[in-house]
C-alpha cells in the first residue's frame, strides 16, 4: 500500500524556521512529482511548492520556502524560512504518479500542523 506521512510541524515565533519531512513508503518507482499543499481554517487549501524536475513555489512561499529530496526518492523537504503568522495551516504532501506538477495527486499525507506565533 503507498502511504505518505508528513512530519516536523510544531510552534514557531515568527522569524524562525521549521523544516517538514514527508516519508513515502509503496512506490514501485521513484519518477513521480512530489508537492506541498496547505490549509488555514476558513480558506480553501492552498499549493505551496512542487517539484517535477522543475521546482515551484507560490507568490507568498517563494524567497522563503525550498523544496528538495534525498537520493533515493523516499524522503522530501520543505525548509520554511522567516515564517509568518499566516503560514499557520496544516501542511499536506502529495505525489503524483505522472510526473508533471499540473497532474492530478495521487497520494496523500496526512498533514502535520505549523503554528507561528507573533
Known amino acids: 500500500e503507498v502511504q505518505l506521512q508528513a512530519f516536523g510541524g510544531g510552534l514557531v515565533q515568527a522569524g524562525g524556521s521549521l523544516r517538514l519531512s514527508c516519508a513515502a513508503s509503496?512506490?514501485?518507482?521513484?519518477?513521480?512529482?512530489i508537492g506541498w499543499f496547505r490549509q488555514a481554517p476558513g480558506k480553501e487549501r492552498e499549493g505551496v511548492s512542487c517539484?517535477?524536475?522543475?521546482?515551484y513555489y507560490a507568490d507568498s512561499v517563494k524567497g522563503r520556502f525550498t523544496i528538495s529530496s534525498d537520493n533515493a526518492k523516499d524522503t522530501w523537504y520543505l525548509q520554511m524560512n522567516s515564517l509568518k503568522p499566516e503560514d499557520t495551516a496544516v501542511y499536506y504532501c502529495a505525489a503524483a504518479i505522472e510526473r508533471m506538477c499540473g497532474s492530478d495527486y495521487d497520494y496523500w499525507g496526512q498533514g502535520t500542523q505549523v503554528t507561528v506565533s507573533s
Open positions: 517539484s517535477d524536475g522543475s521546482t
Open positions: 509503496g512506490f514501485t518507482s521513484d519518477d513521480f512529482a
